[in-house]
């Protein structure tokens, strides 16, 4: 008996190791990319997240945007979001879903927004693009009855039967609307790779300062721009969506696919820390 009792305590000492270690994981203070000074950004554990648990983590992110509901005729659906194999999987396919909202048919797809708005900052994940046409998308936006504010990380269309040169873009885009003057001010990129999106791990990064917001793909910087309009603390949201307006809705070949996140890791700038994030 005293055998079983001490082999026991040994497997109730290895579970408690593992399980310490696994939160030491989580707890880890990434260094930023190379290009960002170590010495003047903080790694922020509460916003970030690995996705390495068995179940989103309801304290930082809603599975869904709770104000979206999907671009017609794709419809979000929290069913289509799901933690797997260490990665956060987003999933777009063909499907109709009885009494959905007039205009939504044909496509369900997926969003999670975060529950925390943020200021400033730097943002990176590594992803792997669904390869469909329903997008795969990673942005920041805010808005009020003033005014609207976005920065696209990324979208990007990872199949496309009818113009394959959408495969290869990375499109990086702002928009600032002031809703009482129907002011619009929306410039994008369209970045080419020279390679499809939606065959390959990459790692997207954007450094928003009160002075500019950069680009990056793959630690390469493609896009800069002075920060003229973008001050108001904004979601984070990643999701996929048709676009029929844009490069077109999905051929008859094309039955969604899967947007997978490996991790997500945010840095906030320390002279800004006291506006770098708030809880609403």
């Known amino acids: ?9 040994f497997l109730l000492m290895i579970f408690v190791l593992f399980m310490s270690c696994k939160s030491s994981y989580r707890a880890t203070a990434f260094k930023p ?5 170590p010495g003047n950004w903080k790694y922020e554990t509460t916003i970030s997240d690995e996705f390495d648990d ?3 983590d309801t304290a930082k992110w809603y599975s869904t945007n709770p104000g979206w509901i999907g671009r017609a005729p794709s419809l ?3 069913s289509n979001v799901a933690l797997k194999d260490g990665r956060l999987v987003l999933t777009g396919k063909r499907e109709n879903v009885p009494n959905a909202p007039k205009g939504y048919h044909t496509f ?27 997008s795969s998308a990673f942005w920041l936006y805010t808005q009020d009855s003033v005014k609207q504010e976005e920065i696209d990380i990324f979208e990007i269309c990872g199949r496309n039967d009818r113009d394959r040169s959408y495969e290869t873009t990375y499109f990086a885009t702002t928009h600032y609307i002031i809703k009482p003057r129907d002011l619009k001010i929306s410039d994008h990129v369209a970045y080419k790779t020279g390679y499809r ?28 721009r ?16 048709a676009f029929p307006g844009w490069w077109g809705l999905p051929s008859d070949e094309d039955n969604g696919g899967t947007f997978e996140i490996d ?7 320390i002279k800004e820390d006291s506006k770098s994030y708030r809880n609403d």
């Open 1 to 9: 008996m005293s055998n079983k009792r001490s082999f026991t305590g």
């Open 33 to 37: 990319a190379s290009f960002i000074d």
């Open 54 to 56: 068995t179940e989103l």
């Open 76 to 78: 979000f659906r929290s």
């Open 108 to 134: 369900t797809s997926a969003a999670v927004q975060g529950k925390r708005k943020v200021l400033y900052g730097y943002f990176e994940i590594k992803c792997k693009p669904m390869n469909s046409s329903l």
């Open 197 to 224: 999106l939606a065959d390959t791990f990459i790692i997207a990064g954007l450094k928003w300062t009160r002075e500019e917001i950069t680009w990056y793909l793959n630690g390469k910087e493609i896009r800069r």
């Open 226 to 241: 002075k920060n003229d309009f973008w001050h108001s603390p904004g979601t984070i949201n990643f999701d996929s969506e």
């Open 263 to 269: 991790y997500f890791r945010y840095w906030s700038q």
